[in-house]
């Protein structure tokens, strides 16, 4: 696995698995066969309402605590600083961790900033190893940088070869926010496993269109957090390291970028 260091210094995996619509057995089994695959972060959050079993998966994969890398998010049901802080506590439990190694707020809340007052202090209580954001536009993640004290060390948004974001990449990057990548497969939506340009380079290379489409976001520096539940393509999905895209291929994806979301709930912030 390769890793990114974080603002503060935390190695970070570039590549983890998204559990956004795993549940019970199949989410256990998911999250311990990934670890054991080599699968170093895992990615949940409240609202998935799968943390207990992501916690189950990761004792039942018997991996040492301090190579795993978890990240969870906390949500609009938490929004005041109060809430937030008990919150925090939920997940710690839910997961049988005593420490979270990533906490997010899940999206931009107007009560965000004293939600984020709970994540800075749990963050210097060590309960956390570092602290974001996620769904945070160029206008919201300015405002909201002007009132916190900690730079959040990630901005989890939605990006992949149809929403490709470099513009909020750039201005992330100025401040020292990492960008990671959510549905980086985009889902599968609008047929990207047979999308011609990823097969024709992929073809190149020996990959696949998702491992195209994955590569082309950690080249960049994005992490991603693709998630699947079979075997052959969690492997397929980590097997992005051995090969560079040239400048002429990046060049190529970036014609596909429609530069707006599939999903229209993001809509609403
Ligand atoms: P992804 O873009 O990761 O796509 C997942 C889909 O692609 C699944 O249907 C999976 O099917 C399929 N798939 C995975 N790998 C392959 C492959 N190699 N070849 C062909 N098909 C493949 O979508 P998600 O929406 O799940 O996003 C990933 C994660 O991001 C979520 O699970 C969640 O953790 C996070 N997320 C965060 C959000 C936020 O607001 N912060 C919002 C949405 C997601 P199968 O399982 O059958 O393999």
Redesign the pocket.
């Given at each position: 696995m390769k890793y990114t260091q974080l603002n503060n210094g935390v190695l970070m995996p570039l590549v983890?698995?998204?559990?956004?619509?795993?549940r019970n057995e199949e989410c256990i089994e998911?999250v311990s066969k990934a670890i054991q695959l080599g699968y170093r972060l895992i990615?949940?959050?409240q609202?998935?309402g799968n943390e207990k079993e992501v916690g189950l998966g990761i004792l039942k994969s018997r991996i040492d605590r301090q190579e795993l890398f978890v990240?969870t998010?906390i949500y609009r049901i938490s929004n005041s600083y109060e809430k937030a802080k008990k919150a925090i506590d939920i997940s710690l439990k839910n997961l049988q961790l005593d420490y979270i190694d990533l906490l997010?707020l899940?999206?931009p809340y107007v009560q965000g900033p004293q939600m984020y007052k709970a994540l800075e202090e749990a963050y210097k209580e060590g309960k956390i190893k570092a602290i974001g954001i996620?769904?945070y536009d160029e206008k919201w993640y300015q405002n909201f940088i002007k009132e916190c004290s900690i730079i959040p060390a990630i901005n989890?948004?939605?990006a992949?070869i149809n929403f490709q974001k470099w513009e909020l990449q750039e201005i992330l990057e100025q401040h020292g926010t990492l960008m990671q990548?959510?549905?980086?497969?985009?889902?599968?939506?609008g047929n990207?496993?047979k999308n011609s340009t990823l097969v024709f380079i992929g073809k190149k290379y020996n990959k696949?269109?998702?491992?195209i489409a994955?590569r082309f976001l950690v080249q960049r520096g994005i992490a991603?957090?693709?998630?699947?539940?079979?075997e052959?393509?969690?492997m397929?999905?980590i097997d992005i390291f051995d090969f560079k895209l040239t400048h002429e291929d990046i060049e190529t994806i970036k014609q596909l970028d429609k530069n707006r979301t599939l999903?229209s709930w993001?809509e609403s912030f």
């Open positions: 983890g698995i998204g559990t956004w619509n795993l998911t990615d949940t959050a609202m998935y990240t998010k997010l899940h999206e996620s769904n989890q948004v939605e992949h990548a959510w549905s980086p497969l985009a889902q599968g939506i990207i496993f696949s269109p998702a491992q994955l991603v957090i693709p998630k699947s539940s079979k052959s393509r969690l397929e999905n999903f993001t």
